[in-house]
């Protein structure tokens, strides 16, 4: 007997991840891009993909042009990686400028909340402070109450679902709170007071995820202008090497390694939950 499928079991079942690299990768870019798009970047999946053959191909063609057969194999896989690592760069970078956002503008709706106990009141006299995307997100929360009638508590938690951030996600409980019960502005100050603990953590992280970044690529620079230098200033010591059988491997060992702790000088970066 042919096994008949449940379409609502599925649909609440949580499926298994795939445990292929390749499949991850790309699931983290799906993941990344649905983000982005929530504030104007305009990507697809698709888009990405072709950016990916390119890459590959640059990446082949590279070892063409360096007449280096090792360098194309390696640079065709690294370039495409490198690339996806700095697509999941870009999305903390942005995350962080929206947390950065939220917890700026939780403070005046703090100050205007406690002075007259009216979320929406409070939301709509700082309005014309806000940045995008934060600023068309409380207004979506304005059209939602007084034009499509929603409660507030639930236009509130509803902001949750088109922007995903932590100190979103706990300044809107924490007005959802205040919007069942006033006695919860003392609570309500304490929240703001953590959210600016993690703005100057965020911040802090900003500046030393610059200096990472800035440091491992002077000592790329370096290395690479001293290989140059022995290589080509040296003609002793330098063209018995590059006639030698071993240079072409050893020359794509030692961009694929640059390539990799590239990747992985991204991966550290972005290894702060955002």
Known sequence: ???????KRDRFIRKKKSNNFIVKKLDEARENIEFLNKVNYNLNINEIKIILVILAVAGIFLGILLRNLYISVAMLVIFPLCYLEYLNFTKNQVAIRIEKQVIKYSELI???YIANHDIRRAIKENMSRFAEPIKSLFEEFIREVEIYNYFPKEAILNMN???QTPSLRKLTE???LCEDDR?????????TMLLNDRKSFLTMWEFKAKQIIQTFLIIVFIM?????????????IGQ?????????????VFLSMQAIFFFLTLRKVNSINV
């Open 183 to 191: 006695r919860f502005d003392n609570s309500l100050q304490a929240t």
């Open 110 to 112: 703090k100050n205007s």
């Open 1 to 7: 007997m042919k096994k008949i499928s449940n379409i």
């Open 240 to 252: 018995p090497f590059l006639n030698s059988f071993i240079f072409k491997p050893i020359i794509a």
């Open 161 to 163: 679902t088109k922007i």
């Open 224 to 236: 690479n202008g001293l290989t140059i230098f022995m290589l080509f200033g040296f003609g002793e």
């Open 174 to 176: 924490q007005l959802a």
